[in-house]
């Protein structure tokens, strides 16, 4: 999404109130979409949006996280920051997981908040929040307006910081006298602010450097990150891997950067990542990361993680080189850019033997991993069949979205994603909630989409409410409940690594179906294999939400796993493996 | 192994800025040793002079991290033998101390410092240098009984020639911006 910029003649308009001046700033920066909810502090805000119903469509969620989470997955599919606005106190600090859920995975949002009046800032005034300080460190940016005159400056650069460089969230907090206020409005983008440098330009010894380890490795291997997908990278990275012949995995955020299909891609990385490159990591003699900042879940222990390669580090944020992994070349800058550049100085080559050696791991997976997961003979449905047969029935360009836990990672691992697919999950914060309204942000930016979401029945009900989000809209969403009636994943750690000391981990669930019911959404419950087929089809039937809850064996694991702490090649494959 | 970094932070005049600076260090339990922020000679440029005892590697994690923060220009990270540095400490004593057998002047000649001002009630002495030279005024002069001390945060000075202005310039051309 590298980002162009249309000149726009300055837009000019005496005596208007901040709030329109704020309604304004969006249109003319091309918003289309709001999610938000109102209150006291952000009432003149609301009040002028009101009169622009026919240029800006905003969207009551039922809860100011969902607002923000919704923001982020529209973000993700349009390519545009998404716009939340939520009111002072309350309103704002329900914002806060959202954000820290953007900055740590790089989605550009910009959330307006309404704060008491500048006169009361720090007397303890009613839903009075010091929101710019309580959000300094999970935001990329933020700032405090007291006079209508700042807001179209700011908006202007909370535009530019939010999508350029490595991409962010951003907080503007508007107290409520320059919501008011009137003055003469002029907004002009930004394409510069002093102290942001978005874009290093690529020193050539750094590329030349890597493009020599390159060349002279025997056992390379390549770790694809989001910033692939952020710089739109795909082609790029396609060209670089066919010419050079060298095997990819990817990270959690990085899946669609890289076809799933493609004979060089070996799977995702890191704790429940595939067997091959988990293995392989520790063998190889160069690691050529791009895009991705060797996040703890895919290093697993650093001091036994990779010793054996050299490291080529490919990233526009100069703060992630050497942070966790020592480079021996580091290319900083924009992926799309370097790997253009990088493409003509590599050599054609093919490492047969190299990769013979992951596609066996592959085979060992999945023979005793992936075939038993997918086909299973047990009685009880497990989650990876579910994911499994609805992704050989969903179109391939589905927006696929995940919840956090088990059926995430189940999800990563069996939806066959190829570059055309949007994957949208909760990565580096581990957001339980996110699923239901990111879906609904998701289908916001493409309605024409099919958007599916995988969710289980813990993170379902940390923002159930957005269920009437989706009813109002008639979002076609395809809401997949893998239902085990467990915390999953705390509940596979607890039967791994705590002698099965169930603590808090069991649900005792409601009546989902009778929940979608009060939703007026359509729904099936599914317990028996027999049914399923027909389940799905009465899903995918029409363009109307749907919610399926499959009813899965309890006691599922996630394998393989890199257990906490362990290095990456210690692995395992199945839970008896974990003794040895 | 851990050593003292002193870090100057060149940064745009804002609010919350200092805070979203600290709160660097606070994220990683880094302790902050001193910390002493002014105007520099361009005007709403900042300069931020912390202090902190870390490992180099982390020291400069950090030093990264606080670069990109929207409003900071540059961060520099100096060892002790890269810089010249200086803190300013202030004594408060009762006027009797004039009196005193043993001469506050000579005392005050001897370690370099200043009488600033003699009031009715009291002296103020002032002692520019490190914080061995103030913390030793310090002790010399207990026995007349202080008042009142504050030391400030040290303000370093790099050994190499190269202006800020030609730090800043030579970023501002390592990037593009659109």
């Given at each position: 999404?590298?980002?162009?910029?249309?000149?726009?003649?300055?837009?000019?308009?005496?005596?208007?109130?901040?709030?329109?001046?704020?309604?304004?700033?969006?249109?003319?920066?091309?918003?289309?979409?709001?999610?938000?909810?109102?209150?006291?502090?952000?009432?003149?805000?609301?009040?002028?949006?009101?009169?622009?119903?026919?240029?800006?469509?905003?969207?009551?969620?039922?809860?100011?996280?969902?607002?923000?989470?919704?923001?982020?997955?529209?973000?993700?599919?349009?390519?545009?920051?998404?716009?939340?606005?939520?009111?002072?106190?309350?309103?704002?600090?329900?914002?806060?997981?959202?954000?820290?859920?953007?900055?740590?995975?790089?989605?550009?949002?910009?959330?307006?908040?309404?704060?008491?009046?500048?006169?009361?800032?720090?007397?303890?005034?009613?839903?009075?929040?010091?929101?710019?300080?309580?959000?300094?460190?999970?935001?990329?940016?933020?700032?405090?307006?007291?006079?209508?005159?700042?807001?179209?400056?700011?908006?202007?650069?909370?535009?530019?910081?939010?999508?350029?460089?490595?991409?962010?969230?951003?907080?503007?907090?508007?107290?409520?006298?320059?919501?008011?206020?009137?003055?003469?409005?002029?907004?002009?983008?930004?394409?510069?602010?002093?102290?942001?440098?978005?874009?290093?330009?690529?020193?050539?010894?750094?590329?030349?450097?890597?493009?020599?380890?390159?060349?002279?490795?025997?056992?390379?291997?390549?770790?694809?990150?989001?910033?692939?997908?952020?710089?739109?990278?795909?082609?790029?990275?396609?060209?670089?891997?066919?010419?050079?012949?060298?095997?990819?995995?990817?990270?959690?955020?990085?899946?669609?950067?890289?076809?799933?299909?493609?004979?060089?891609?070996?799977?995702?990385?890191?704790?429940?990542?595939?067997?091959?490159?988990?293995?392989?990591?520790?063998?190889?003699?160069?690691?050529?990361?791009?895009?991705?900042?060797?996040?703890?879940?895919?290093?697993?222990?650093?001091?036994?993680?990779?010793?054996?390669?050299?490291?080529?580090?490919?990233?526009?944020?100069?703060?992630?080189?050497?942070?966790?992994?020592?480079?021996?070349?580091?290319?900083?800058?924009?992926?799309?850019?370097?790997?253009?550049?990088?493409?003509?100085?590599?050599?054609?080559?093919?490492?047969?033997?190299?990769?013979?050696?992951?596609?066996?791991?592959?085979?060992?997976?999945?023979?005793?991993?992936?075939?038993?997961d997918i086909l299973p003979n047990t009685e009880k449905f497990r989650p990876a069949e579910i994911i499994h047969t609805i992704s050989g029935k969903c179109k391939e360009n589905a927006v696929v979205v995940t919840d956090v836990g088990q059926h995430q990672m189940m999800a990563a691992r069996y939806y066959s994603l190829n570059t055309k697919n949007i994957f949208i999950t909760s990565g580096g914060l581990g957001t339980m909630g996110f699923g239901l309204p990111a879906s609904f942000g998701a289908s916001m930016a493409a309605p024409d989409k099919q958007v599916v979401l995988f969710v289980g029945d813990g993170g379902l009900q940390m923002t159930i409410q957005e269920l009437d989000t989706i009813r109002r809209n008639n979002s076609n969403i395809k809401i997949v409940l893998l239902n085990n009636s467990y915390l999953g994943m705390v509940r596979q750690w607890q039967e791994l690594f705590n002698e099965k000391r169930y603590s808090f981990t069991d649900m005792d669930n409601p009546d989902f179906i009778k929940i979608a019911e009060a939703y007026s959404i359509k729904s099936s419950r599914v317990t028996k294999r027999e049914e399923l087929d027909s389940a799905i089809e009465q899903m995918f039937a029409d363009n109307n939400p749907f919610f399926l809850e499959v009813v899965v064996e309890r006691e599922d694991n996630v394998f393989p796993m890199v257990p906490g702490g362990a290095a990456v090649s210690d692995i395992i494959l199945a839970k008896n493996d974990l003794k040895k | 192994m851990e050593k003292l970094f002193t870090l100057l932070i060149v940064t745009e005049n804002n609010i919350g800025l200092l805070n979203h600076v600290t709160v660097v260090f606070t994220r990683r339990h880094m302790n902050i040793r001193s910390i002493t922020a002014s105007e520099s000679k361009i005007k709403d440029i900042y300069t931020y002079t912390i202090v902190i005892k870390n490992t180099r590697e982390l020291t400069d994690i950090v030093a990264k991290q606080l670069e990109k923060i929207i409003g900071v220009f540059k961060v520099f990270v100096y060892e002790e033998d890269e810089i010249i540095y200086q803190e300013l400490a202030l004594y408060k004593l009762p006027i009797s101390a004039i009196n005193e057998g043993v001469g506050i002047e000579k005392i005050v000649r001897e370690h370099n410092a200043r009488i600033l001002s003699i009031e009715k009630e009291y002296i103020l002495i002032e002692k520019t240098g490190h914080k061995k030279e103030t913390q030793a005024l310090l002790e010399t002069l207990e026995p007349f009984g202080i008042l009142q001390f504050i030391r400030s945060g040290r303000v370093a000075m790099a050994k190499p020639m190269k202006p800020l202005e030609e730090h800043l310039a030579e970023k501002e051309n390592a990037y593009e911006y659109i």
């Amino acid at each position: 999404m590298t980002t162009t910029v249309k000149e726009k003649k300055a837009v000019k308009l005496d005596n208007i109130t901040g709030s329109e001046a704020v309604i304004r700033s969006l249109i003319n920066e091309n918003v289309e979409t709001i999610f938000g909810y109102p209150g006291g502090a952000i009432m003149p805000i609301y009040d002028a949006l009101y009169d622009f119903d026919k240029e800006l469509k905003h969207i009551l969620t039922r809860h100011e996280q969902g607002a923000i989470h919704a923001a982020e997955a529209y973000a993700k599919v349009s390519g545009k920051p998404g716009i939340v606005f939520a009111t002072s106190g309350p309103g704002a600090t329900n914002l806060i997981t959202g954000l820290a859920n953007a900055m740590v995975d790089s989605t550009p949002v910009i959330c307006i908040t309404g704060q008491v009046h500048s006169h009361l800032l720090g007397f303890d005034a009613f839903q009075e929040t010091d929101v710019v300080g309580i959000s300094m460190p999970v935001t990329k940016w933020n700032f405090q307006v007291t006079k209508a005159s700042e807001i179209p400056e700011v908006l202007a650069k909370a535009f530019y910081l939010a999508k350029n460089g490595r991409p962010g969230p951003v907080l503007i907090d508007i107290t409520k006298d320059a919501q008011l206020e009137n003055f003469d409005f002029l907004y002009q983008k930004v394409n510069k602010v002093p102290t942001f440098y978005p874009y290093p330009k690529i020193n050539n010894d750094a590329l030349l450097k890597a493009a020599e380890l390159i060349n002279s490795a025997k056992k390379p291997m390549v770790l694809a990150g989001q910033g692939i997908k952020i710089s739109g990278a795909e082609e790029e990275l396609k060209t670089f891997i066919n010419k050079t012949g060298i095997p990819v995995a990817s990270t959690l955020l990085g899946l669609t950067s890289f076809s799933s299909d493609h004979p060089l891609y070996f799977g995702m990385l890191g704790m429940h990542g595939s067997y091959a490159p988990n293995i392989k990591s520790n063998e190889a003699d160069l690691i050529i990361a791009v895009g991705m900042r060797f996040d703890d879940r895919v290093t697993g222990d650093t001091s036994r993680y990779i010793k054996n390669a050299k490291v080529i580090h490919i990233d526009i944020d100069a703060s992630e080189i050497d942070k966790n992994i020592k480079t021996d070349a580091a290319v900083i800058g924009d992926a799309k850019k370097v790997l253009e550049k990088l493409i003509p100085e590599v050599n054609q080559k093919k490492h047969e033997q190299w990769v013979n050696e992951f596609n066996e791991l592959k085979k060992e997976e999945y023979d005793k991993v992936i075939k038993i997961d997918i086909l299973p003979n047990t009685e009880k449905f497990r989650p990876a069949e579910i994911i499994h047969t609805i992704s050989g029935k969903c179109k391939e360009n589905a927006v696929v979205v995940t919840d956090v836990g088990q059926h995430q990672m189940m999800a990563a691992r069996y939806y066959s994603l190829n570059t055309k697919n949007i994957f949208i999950t909760s990565g580096g914060l581990g957001t339980m909630g996110f699923g239901l309204p990111a879906s609904f942000g998701a289908s916001m930016a493409a309605p024409d989409k099919q958007v599916v979401l995988f969710v289980g029945d813990g993170g379902l009900q940390m923002t159930i409410q957005e269920l009437d989000t989706i009813r109002r809209n008639n979002s076609n969403i395809k809401i997949v409940l893998l239902n085990n009636s467990y915390l999953g994943m705390v509940r596979q750690w607890q039967e791994l690594f705590n002698e099965k000391r169930y603590s808090f981990t069991d649900m005792d669930n409601p009546d989902f179906i009778k929940i979608a019911e009060a939703y007026s959404i359509k729904s099936s419950r599914v317990t028996k294999r027999e049914e399923l087929d027909s389940a799905i089809e009465q899903m995918f039937a029409d363009n109307n939400p749907f919610f399926l809850e499959v009813v899965v064996e309890r006691e599922d694991n996630v394998f393989p796993m890199v257990p906490g702490g362990a290095a990456v090649s210690d692995i395992i494959l199945a839970k008896n493996d974990l003794k040895k | 192994m851990e050593k003292l970094f002193t870090l100057l932070i060149v940064t745009e005049n804002n609010i919350g800025l200092l805070n979203h600076v600290t709160v660097v260090f606070t994220r990683r339990h880094m302790n902050i040793r001193s910390i002493t922020a002014s105007e520099s000679k361009i005007k709403d440029i900042y300069t931020y002079t912390i202090v902190i005892k870390n490992t180099r590697e982390l020291t400069d994690i950090v030093a990264k991290q606080l670069e990109k923060i929207i409003g900071v220009f540059k961060v520099f990270v100096y060892e002790e033998d890269e810089i010249i540095y200086q803190e300013l400490a202030l004594y408060k004593l009762p006027i009797s101390a004039i009196n005193e057998g043993v001469g506050i002047e000579k005392i005050v000649r001897e370690h370099n410092a200043r009488i600033l001002s003699i009031e009715k009630e009291y002296i103020l002495i002032e002692k520019t240098g490190h914080k061995k030279e103030t913390q030793a005024l310090l002790e010399t002069l207990e026995p007349f009984g202080i008042l009142q001390f504050i030391r400030s945060g040290r303000v370093a000075m790099a050994k190499p020639m190269k202006p800020l202005e030609e730090h800043l310039a030579e970023k501002e051309n390592a990037y593009e911006y659109i």
